[in-house]
């Protein structure tokens, strides 16, 4: 299947401080992609849409402040968690719907380890 | 996009034939069924997906009822690397509003 790259897989940062994570379609283009929030022992939560070139689409109850969301090219689509406390130590997980192909699947990165402290 | 409906938890002896159901009474009919699994720690993998007619690829095999209302996902030998939670979705194909939204899913535990 198509290759979904996240970057990066984890990461541990001070209070306070923003933290940007990456997200690429390796081996095709994506109009859209997802991002994910994963607590531990709970299923996969979407938290945005986002549409290349154009505003990200947010979930009820997500802080389009707090998490921002960049998709400035059909190949990459970065999430930034602004002033990060540790109730946002979470999983998160980046996703890109294959709109080039006919079965139209969404493939997902591996997921990125984020740790407030 | 519809409700479904996966037990939490099943077991399969290394080497059988792993069925797993899935209930979506109320798909409608220009919503496809997806599974996905996740493996612990992982992000989810695509699976297989299909419309009305059974699906088969060289990881899985899909049986949808005649009427929609529930799909099984057929692993035809176990291996204890399918150990996992399998996602039954419901979305359409194409759209915005082909959002996948996880619920809880199965997990999958395959024994030796």
């Known amino acids: 299947g198509a290759v979904v790259s996240q970057h990066p897989s984890r990461v541990i940062c001070k209070s306070g401080t923003s933290v940007k994570i990456e997200c690429r379609s390796l081996?095709?283009?994506?109009?859209?992609m997802f991002w994910y929030r994963q607590f531990p022992k709970q299923s996969l939560m979407l938290m945005a849409t986002?549409?290349?070139?154009?505003?990200?689409?947010?979930e009820q109850g997500v802080e389009k402040d707090k998490f921002l969301i960049n998709h400035a090219s059909l190949t990459l689509s970065t999430l930034t968690v602004t002033s990060a406390h540790p109730e946002d130590s979470s999983f998160y997980i980046c996703?890109?719907?294959?709109?080039?192909?006919?079965?139209?699947?969404?493939?997902f990165g591996a997921g990125t380890r984020l740790s407030v402290l | 996009d519809a409700k479904t409906t996966q037990p939490p938890s099943m077991d399969c002896a290394e080497g059988r034939a792993a069925n797993l159901p899935c209930n979506h009474s109320?798909?409608?009919?220009?919503?496809?069924v997806y599974w996905y699994r996740q493996i612990h720690s992982q992000g989810p993998q695509y699976i297989i997906h299909?419309?009305?007619n059974n699906e088969t690829n060289e990881m899985a095999s899909l049986i949808i009822t005649e009427d929609r209302k529930s799909s099984t996902l057929i692993l035809p030998h176990a291996t204890l690397r399918d150990t996992a939670v399998y996602y039954c979705?419901?979305?359409?194909?194409?759209?915005?509003?082909?959002?996948?939204?996880f619920g809880q899913g199965t997990t999958l535990q395959v024994k030796p």
């Open positions: 996703s890109a719907r294959d709109s080039g192909g006919a079965k139209n699947i969404q493939y």
């Open positions: 081996d095709f283009q994506a109009t859209t």
């Open positions: 986002s549409n290349e070139g154009s505003k990200a689409t947010y």
């Open positions: 109320t798909i409608s009919g220009n919503e496809y």
């Open positions: 299909g419309l009305k």
């Open positions: 979705i419901v979305r359409v194909l194409y759209g915005n509003t082909g959002k996948l939204i």
